[in-house]
């Protein structure tokens, strides 16, 4: 899945992703960084990620870089 970071919060690592395919809004927890090469991101950043249900809530994690399709 691709998307885009409409905000991040270095301090607590939360933050949000608008998903490419129906722009719904996908979470960032804590720990969402864990393990990929980002150590940060900027709004407006696209990214490559994978999604788990928690408490009916999407969540984000194995983030990769995205493309813009060009």
């Known amino acids: 899945m691709q998307g885009v970071i ?3 919060d270095p301090g607590t690592g939360a933050g949000i992703i608008v998903r490419d395919d129906d722009r719904s809004e996908v979470f960032l927890q804590p720990g969402s960084l864990d393990g990929s090469l980002f150590r940060t991101l900027r709004q407006g950043q696209r990214v490559i990620f ?3 249900e928690i408490d009916g809530r999407l969540y ?3 983030l ?3 493309m813009d399709g060009r």
């Open 50 to 52: 994978e999604t788990e």
């Open 60 to 62: 984000a994690h194995r």
């Open 6 to 8: 409409k905000t991040y």
């Open 64 to 66: 990769r870089f995205g």
